[in-house]
């Protein structure tokens, strides 16, 4: 890895280079860090033009939604990919060990990726908003850990996207930190909704109980959300504290749901660091004073979440065990990413009132397999402690662990399986006490 100084010439407004005099700042073991969801396409494409002249250059990201094209078989012996958030076409590449994942806490990733840190980037790759008046431009609806990265590398190349929403709150930079800006034209990944089942809107109307009015909310991403979403229309003044959010989110806002005028942080605005769905949902967010978009040092950081009173952190797992240890990042041995599951349940245990939900079917393949297992198997990564899991949903039930013994959780989570699973379960665990 080459060791390089940040000596920035001052960009001005007329700053605008072609993308392939822009990449040329990317020398060969640079480690580069690509800003997503939102990505800068233009810059990654002429990238990849320069396989032939570059040598083991490194590229780190979080989540994309995009088409992972320098894992393609021809890049692959110039570029290597690691990431700390997984989608699940990331997911088979690790499995193909064509990509690794980096098991890291999220809000501290800036210190990893810090001058001297393990992760020290050398190029910063990242997606704005046009200027305005002032040379500042937006990150908008993806913040992540790009606006660290652009304070910490010592080159920051910049895709000024025309159809970036420019978005308020900590996600501003101004021209005079980027050494090079391309301009581009082209729509953001858009993440569709997935209509949730039956069985997860049964569990999102189980679920919907453990939420207070006057609540603030993280919610995690997927069908299951979703139907949690449908669920939440009697509420009132729910609040939003997390690092994403969706159409679902936006419904809620629009209809008078979440007000977030209870909220003990950041009153009257909805808090984000990104912001994953339609075209509606970026015009929403555009220029609106009521989202304050944040990085993760905020949106993630337990001892901040721990200031929001009521808070609830509602996620999903792959599997739980029955002392209440989740697994959320392993499916079969491929690796899935945990964002920060961790942090949010860490956070909602610190928070007056807080809670930690879990939700999850019961079973898995099709009622092959039960999501609720008597032990973690070897080597199956622990994402949230039993110590933080405070209550369990299934379509069959609501479990409230907290102050519960092993062998009271054992019976609750037991309940909460579906019955062809519940006395193998229950026998099970009556053997490891040795009854």
Known sequence: MTSRSKTRTPATKDRFVKPEEAIKAVKSGDRVFISTPAEPTVLIEALLAEKDRLENVNLISGLSFGPYTFLQEEYLETFHYSTWQISLQAAHFIRERKAHFLPVCYSLLPDLMAPGGPLAIDVCLVSLSPPDQEGHLSLGVSVGHALAAIKIAPVVLAEVNRKMPRTLGRCQVHISEIDYLVESDHHLFEVPPRQPTEVERRIGERLTSLVP?????????????????????????LGVHSGMITDGIMALIEAGVITNSKKT???????????????????????????????????????????LDNFCAINSAVEIDLTGQVNAESVDGLQLGAGGLF?????ASLSPGGRCILA?????????????????????????????VHFVVTEFGVGDLRGRSIVERAELLSALAHPDFRNELRRGHSRELGD
């Open 343 to 347: 942090e949010f349940a860490l956070g």
């Open 265 to 307: 942080l950041n009153p009257g605005r909805t808090v984000t660091g990104e912001m994953v769905g339609s075209r509606n949902l970026f015009d929403y967010v555009r220029e609106n004073p009521a989202v304050e978009v944040q990085p993760p040092e905020y949106t993630h950081r337990p001892s901040v979440i721990g200031r």
């Open 360 to 388: 999850l079917p019961s079973t898995a393949k099709h009622g092959k397999v039960s999501r609720i297992v008597s032990r973690l198997g070897a080597g199956v990564p622990v994402t949230i402690p039993r110590s933080l």
């Open 213 to 237: 009015d006057g609540a603030t909310m993280q919610i995690g991403f997927g069908g299951l959300t979703n139907a949690i979403y449908g669920f939440l229309n009697d509420k009132k003044d």
